[in-house]
């Protein structure tokens, strides 16, 4: 499923765009795929990620270099470690909204207004405690003083027919560049395909919005 959503051809035109190399076994198919894949088993380890490519049950995406040809993959994780720190943002986002739009078109292809509607939502979320993120994500605070716990709203639309999610919108919920729920879902409708209609509740039925 993965290799139809984003085929080869769809990484080596992002490479190209992005200007990034291509060499390496962890090639960016590689690392995007990794990185999922650890996120959906809930315990992999980037030690049993290495262990994928070790196996071979990555089969094509892995590049046909002489190592891999000859099963002399290395089993230490620090290849992985800095191909994974090398990847931009920009290529996650797309390789999301590449998925997205890929699976969408099954979805939405027996027609009707149900296979139209997405579900709209905000919620707030506790960050680890660590400068960096204070900074860009501030605590909230009351009477009694400031919270410990970085805070970040983030906006989710789903769609309802086949649960798809689009690239979430998020930002600070306290502080100078706090979002708003309304604010975040002009970004959100920017992803969704032309023709949706939303479902959300009336904190979102707002003349910005509309």
């Known amino acids: 499923m993965f290799g139809k959503a ?29 990185m999922m894949w650890q996120r959906l088993d809930g315990r992999g380890s980037l030690a049993t990620a290495v262990q994928q490519v070790l196996q071979g049950a990555l089969g094509n995406l892995v590049p046909p270099e002489k190592r891999v040809v ?10 992985l470690s800095r191909a994974r720190k090398r990847l931009p943002q920009e290529a996650v986002e797309a390789v999301c909204d590449q998925i ?4 969408m078109e099954s979805a939405q ?15 707030s979320m506790r960050l680890p405690h660590t400068a960096a993120l204070q900074k860009v994500y501030p605590p909230g605070s009351n009477q009694h003083g400031e919270a410990h716990w970085p805070i970040i709203r983030i906006l989710v639309a789903h769609h309802l027919a086949s649960g798809l999610a689009v690239r979430p919108c998020w930002g600070p919920m306290y502080g100078s560049e ?14 969704l395909p032309a023709d949706a209609a939303l479902v959300a509740d009336r904190n979102f039925a707002v003349f910005p919005v509309a």
């Not at 984003?6 to 990034?20: A, G, Y």
């Not at 000859?70 to 290849?79: I, P, Q």
């Not at 139209?116 to 939502?121: A, E, K, N, V």
Request: charge should be negative; avoid cysteine.
């Open 178 to 191: 706090a979002v708003s729920e309304q604010g975040l879902t002009e970004q959100l409708m920017e992803r």
């Open 6 to 34: 984003v085929p080869p051809e769809f990484f080596d035109q992002l490479r190209e765009r992005l200007s990034l190399s291509n060499r390496g076994i962890y090639s960016l198919g590689v690392v995007v795929w990794l």
């Open 109 to 123: 292809a027996s027609g009707g207004l149900l296979s139209r509607l997405f579900l709209i939502d905000g919620s």
């Open 100 to 103: 997205f739009a890929n699976l």
């Open 70 to 79: 000859e099963r002399r993959v290395s089993s230490n994780t620090g290849a």
